[in-house]
Structures are given as C-alpha cells and as structure tokens.
C-alpha cells in the first residue's frame, strides 16, 4: 500500500510561474524527503525535512510539513523549462531500518 | 566518483529465464536497496541491506533473491522472469543506515519479460 500520494499527478504551467506539489501520507514518519526524476534517469534527492521541522528552503525550493495533518508540500519558485520532470516524495518510517516510501509522483512540465 | 552504477540498462528475457541485475557504488555506503518502478505505482521497495551479509526483504520480494558480500555490490537475481517483472528496476544507496540518509539512485535497468 502506497503510504504517500502526491497531488496533483500532473501539473503545467508557465515558465516564471510558481509550482506547488503536495504529499499527504498515513503513518507517523522520522522524516520526510523530495525527489527529482527527469525522463529515463534515476531519482535525484532535493530536499530533506525532519518530523519535527515545519518549513526547509534549499534555493528555489520551498518545503513545509505538516504532522498534524499529515501532509506536505513542496513549492517551486520562478519556474524554469528546466524543472520539468517527475517529483516524488518519500517518507520514513519511524520503525525498522531506513525503508523510504515513495508516492506515484507529480508530473510538472514547465512550458517556455 | 561513479555513484551507483547498474548494469545493463536495457534487458528483454522470455518467460522462465533468470538473470541477475548489477549495481555497484563507490561511495563505501553501508545501505543498499533495490526498487522497481510501475506506472501508476510510484516506487516500491523489493529488497535492502544494511551492509555486507546482511539483507532484509521490502514491501514486494517475491520472485527476486539479493546478498551483499561485498560494500560495494548488491546484485538483484530474478530467478524464474515472469511478464509482471517487466518494470524499470533502480538501485539505490546511502551514507548510512540511519533513517535521515538521503539516497542515491543508478539510473536504472529497463527489463521487458516476454
């Protein structure tokens, strides 16, 4: 069972335009981490952010979390033709070894 | 530094055939993982290991056999291919087995089963 969900599952907008993603998922989580995948290439991390942290910012990304609700969102500020691609959140659990748990993803194209 | 590298990255096997996925990383991480990726599924955890000779099982281990026996390799043995492995299969690693390491993905190995 998919523990996080992405939504939308595809997105399109303007280059220049801001882009927000968001990832709700159901168990309680040591943290919660965004990847980047380009089309026919792995998985690249962007962005980490701890259970017990709210907002983390690393250039033009914006994450936030949210516990209570269970949920998070990743923002894309300034768009650029280049950040079109998949993104994927991925939880970790609290029990156990790493195991991260990915959702299906968000599909962003950024459109010149 | 190579990163994680897998080979191959395109395989086509019949029904019934085995194989083994390579993936290697050059970064000493003591963590080591195995996904496949499906349309609509995201990414799902099939095998990990946490270091050398020691492996656990993910969230869809059946048909699939790893070991690590070295740090540096942990190759992925279909034994019997059935057309619902055809997916896109990435290794994945870490510094560390803790819970706050961020992976580092190969690009993949595309495997049509017939």
């Known amino acids: 069972s998919q523990q996080g969900e992405e939504d939308p599952q595809a997105l399109s907008i303007q280059e220049g335009e801001n882009a927000t993603m968001n990832c709700s998922y159901k168990?309680?989580?040591?943290?919660l981490q965004w990847y980047r995948q380009n089309s026919g290439r792995g998985l690249v991390h962007l962005i980490l952010?701890?259970?017990?942290?709210r907002e983390k910012h690393s250039g033009r990304l914006r994450v936030t979390l949210d516990t209570s609700k269970k949920s998070s969102s990743l923002l894309i500020t300034a768009s650029r033709a280049a950040d079109t691609a998949s993104y994927f959140c991925a939880t970790g659990l609290i029990q156990g070894a790493q195991k991260l748990v990915f959702g299906q993803g968000t599909r962003l194209t950024i459109n010149p | 530094n190579a990163g994680v590298t897998q080979t191959p990255k395109f395989q086509v096997l019949k029904t019934g055939q085995s194989m083994t996925l390579q993936c290697a990383q050059d970064?000493?991480?003591?963590?080591m993982s195995w996904y496949r990726q499906d349309p609509g599924m995201g990414l799902r955890l099939i095998h990990y290991s946490v270091g050398a000779g020691i492996t656990d099982q993910g969230e869809v281990p059946n048909g699939y056999n790893v070991s690590r026996s070295t740090t540096e390799d942990f190759p992925l043995r279909l034994l019997s291919a059935a057309p619902s492995q055809t997916s896109v299969y990435f290794c994945?690693?870490?510094?560390?087995?803790?819970?706050?390491?961020?992976?580092?993905f190969g690009n993949g190995t595309r495997l049509t089963v017939t």
């Open positions: 970064m000493n991480h003591e963590y």
């Open positions: 168990t309680s989580i040591n943290n």
């Open positions: 952010i701890r259970s017990n942290e």
């Open positions: 994945a690693s870490s510094e560390g087995a803790q819970r706050n390491s961020p992976l580092h």
